[in-house]
């Protein structure tokens, strides 16, 4: 009889255990108006390619951080205000490097750099605003198209520069990074093994892209969720600008489950493209490592 108790006591310890690291999760965007969040992107991107026989190499890493205040929240769309915070590229392209940081002076020897450094220091302190629901998804951006005119106005000199970091630098691509950060929100309760699904449209360089994505929850330890994610890309059929663009992403991000924020995570991208140029079709592979970090000030 003893032995019997032993074994069911053991056999139920057990149970407990499974039974509650099984328990479903509502991982969902839930900072409370008047909270704020710190949220880094670093970017390490390589490119090479041919062009008519002309090697191309572009090496670019880029670290962009943002601080977030939840201003408000309406009818289920939470009312942010974004700052940026800091500001690091540094491009190496046909011999030529280029480097800023927005925390460190410019060196005024360099005209290239120092005409990059003039163009993104107007972007640090920046300020703009956005709306977003507790899926993730945003709403409306207001501010930061404004804040690429003034980048190209207020730079003289720069306009040709100014242009090019305003593609980079657009609500579009503002709604992509942040897909990056948020876009994991499964909208309903989910345990560790569970995949839920997604689809995606956006724009880089020109090209429109469609992102089908996989997300799994990997695990949870204490109020942390480990997400697993595993994405294709393609050119949308509509677009005209690339003879093809293919390639996945792969990685994992780590979020806290009472605030749904993303705390950690690192994705890797690999792609084959195609480019129309001048009549021609340029190869080119790019491949992005991308690492995620936030917290809560």
């Given at each position: 009889?003893?032995?019997?108790?032993a074994?069911f006591v053991?056999?139920?310890?057990?149970?407990?255990?499974?039974?509650?690291?099984q328990?479903?999760i509502?991982l969902?965007?839930?900072?409370?108006t008047?909270e704020?969040?710190?949220?880094?992107?670093d970017?390490?991107?390589?490119?090479?390619?041919?062009?008519g026989?002309?090697?191309?190499?572009?090496?670019n890493?880029?670290?962009l951080?943002y601080?977030?205040?939840?201003l408000g929240?309406?009818a289920g769309?939470?009312?942010?205000?974004a700052t940026i915070?800091?500001?690091?590229?540094?491009?190496?392209t046909g011999?030529?490097?280029i480097s800023y940081?927005?925390?460190?002076?410019?060196?005024?020897?360099?005209?290239?750099?120092?005409m990059?450094?003039?163009?993104l220091?107007?972007m640090?302190g920046?300020?703009f605003?956005?709306?977003?629901?507790e899926k993730g998804?945003?709403?409306?951006?207001?501010?930061?198209n404004?804040l690429?005119?003034?980048?190209q106005?207020?730079?003289?000199?720069?306009?040709?520069?100014?242009?090019?970091?305003?593609?980079?630098?657009?609500?579009?691509?503002f709604?992509?990074n942040?897909?990056?950060a948020f876009g994991?929100?499964?909208?309903?309760?989910?345990?560790?093994?569970?995949?839920w699904?997604?689809?995606?449209?956006?724009t880089?360089?020109?090209?429109?892209?469609?992102?089908?994505?996989?997300y799994?929850?990997?695990?949870?330890?204490?109020?942390?969720?480990?997400?697993?994610?595993?994405s294709?890309?393609?050119?949308?059929s509509?677009?005209?600008?690339a003879?093809?663009?293919s390639g996945?992403?792969t990685?994992?991000?780590?979020?806290?489950i009472?605030?749904?924020i993303?705390?950690?995570g690192?994705?890797e991208?690999?792609l084959?493209i195609?480019?129309?140029?001048q009549?021609?079709?340029?190869?080119?592979?790019?491949?992005?490592?991308?690492?995620l970090?936030?917290?809560?000030?």
């Amino acid at each position: 009889m003893k032995k019997f108790f032993a074994v069911f006591v053991v056999f139920s310890a057990g149970w407990a255990v499974t039974g509650s690291a099984q328990k479903p999760i509502d991982l969902k965007f839930n900072l409370a108006t008047g909270e704020n969040y710190d949220y880094n992107m670093d970017v390490d991107m390589s490119t090479t390619g041919d062009f008519g026989g002309q090697s191309i190499d572009v090496k670019n890493t880029m670290m962009l951080g943002y601080h977030f205040t939840v201003l408000g929240d309406s009818a289920g769309w939470k009312k942010l205000s974004a700052t940026i915070s800091k500001i690091v590229m540094n491009v190496n392209t046909g011999g030529m490097s280029i480097s800023y940081d927005s925390d460190k002076p410019v060196d005024s020897t360099d005209v290239t750099g120092g005409m990059l450094g003039k163009v993104l220091g107007q972007m640090k302190g920046a300020k703009f605003g956005f709306t977003m629901n507790e899926k993730g998804q945003i709403g409306s951006v207001t501010g930061v198209n404004e804040l690429v005119e003034r980048m190209q106005a207020n730079v003289p000199g720069a306009s040709e520069m100014g242009a090019g970091l305003g593609n980079s630098f657009s609500e579009d691509n503002f709604r992509q990074n942040m897909q990056q950060a948020f876009g994991a929100y499964p909208g309903k309760p989910v345990k560790p093994g569970d995949t839920w699904t997604s689809t995606t449209s956006s724009t880089a360089s020109g090209m429109k892209l469609e992102t089908a994505n996989a997300y799994t929850l990997e695990s949870v330890s204490g109020s942390i969720a480990n997400i697993k994610v595993n994405s294709k890309l393609s050119t949308a059929s509509t677009d005209s600008a690339a003879a093809g663009i293919s390639g996945t992403t792969t990685g994992n991000i780590m979020f806290d489950i009472p605030t749904g924020i993303a705390i950690d995570g690192n994705t890797e991208t690999s792609l084959d493209i195609k480019v129309k140029e001048q009549g021609q079709t340029i190869p080119m592979t790019t491949d992005i490592k991308m690492k995620l970090t936030g917290k809560k000030p």
